[in-house]
């Protein structure tokens, strides 16, 4: 393919393409050389001095653990049935599913799946750690 009058005697031996990819490469190359002479990060350190912002989330995260390890601890003191239960429909499956799987009824499941949040709320709020959260909070 031969380009007009601009480069006489210049021949293109590849696929226009190709030489599209590559002169388009090239540009980009020379606009990153471009951006590397002028800074790119901000070297201001914002933020990093609020050490109490830091305390205060790294207590918030301890509090977090702490509720998730009472939750758990409340979950597995449930009996077998309904921590099955419970995490089949928490898993997002559909109740008649989780009913099917467990060969029971889907009204059964509903009832059963009701009682043991029941349950498991009850156990969590009548543990002594759940008031000393709410406390803290």
Known sequence: MILPNRMPGW????????????????????????????????MTLQGLGDENGAFSLAEEVLREEEKYSLFRQKFESLSEGCQK????????????????????????????????IA??????QNAPEFHDFNRSD
């Open 85 to 116: 239960l419970l995490r089949l429909a928490w898993n997002g499956r559909p109740l008649q599913e989780v009913a099917a799987e467990m060969n029971i009824s889907y009204g059964y499941a509903r009832k059963k799946k009701c009682e043991c």
């Open 11 to 42: 021949k293109l031996t590849c696929p226009f393409g190709a030489f599209l990819f590559l002169v388009c490469k090239g540009k980009w190359f020379n606009e990153l050389k471009r951006r590397k002479r002028t800074g790119v990060t901000n």
């Open 119 to 124: 349950r498991l709320t009850d156990a969590i």
